[in-house]
């Protein structure tokens, strides 16, 4: 009788652990996935970037630069830099269409620098050109339209040609208050 209770005992105690066991298995995979679920739902969600058509006033941006910071008139806070334009004549307006990236002396039509190989996507009023070796972010920071553009990557170092901050479009230039350049020739 003995040796009944002990081989009884033992194996209640072996089916106790088997089934402790199985429970603990499927405990760990409920948790598992529920850990997963919690995992995925707190991981913020990407803004995704799509690929945009450029607008028709990319071709004709010319360099702009802030003039009367404290004024809260948009046209006359910003407008045409007079040492770039009038002194040392070394700004570059800039031409985006969907074939090439064009930078140009504002003094010498003839003084460009082409860009032909890049991708365009956008965000909200954000647009993105990406070349092998640089990133460019024009982002439209007023109505007038006022655009800031931020250069990511390499240098963009062009003879003869300086790169503003802050552009408008050719159409809106006239509206920016003007500011003479004076006895010199620019």
Same mark, same amino acid.
């Given at each position: 009788? =003995?040796?009944? /209770?002990? $081989? +009884? $005992? +033992?194996a209640v105690v072996l089916l106790a652990s088997c089934s402790t066991s199985t429970e603990k298995k499927v405990n760990n995979v409920d948790s598992t996935a529920a850990k997963t679920d919690t995992v995925s739902k707190l991981t913020p969600e990407k803004k995704t970037i799509s690929k945009i058509e450029l607008p028709g006033d990319f071709s004709e941006l010319v360099p702009i630069d802030v003039l009367e910071i404290k004024s809260k008139n948009v046209y006359e806070k910003y407008g045409i830099e007079f040492s770039g334009n009038c002194? $040392?004549?070394?700004?570059?307006s800039l031409s985006i269409t969907k074939d090439k990236i064009?930078?140009?002396n504002i003094c010498d039509k003839k003084d460009a620098f #082409? /860009? $032909?190989n890049f991708s365009v996507s956008g965000e909200g009023n954000t647009t993105i050109l990406k070349t092998s070796d640089r990133t460019y972010i024009l982002t439209q920071i007023d109505k007038a339209p006022i655009y800031e553009l931020a250069v990511e990557g390499e240098k963009l170092e062009l003879d003869k040609k300086r790169v503003a901050k802050y552009f408008t479009t050719q159409k809106a230039l006239p509206l +920016? =208050? #003007?500011?003479d350049c004076g006895n010199f020739e620019g």
């Open positions: 009788m =003995k040796k009944t /209770i002990t $081989s +009884f $005992s +033992f002194y $040392s004549c070394d700004l570059t064009k930078w140009t #082409e /860009i $032909s +920016f =208050k #003007e500011h």
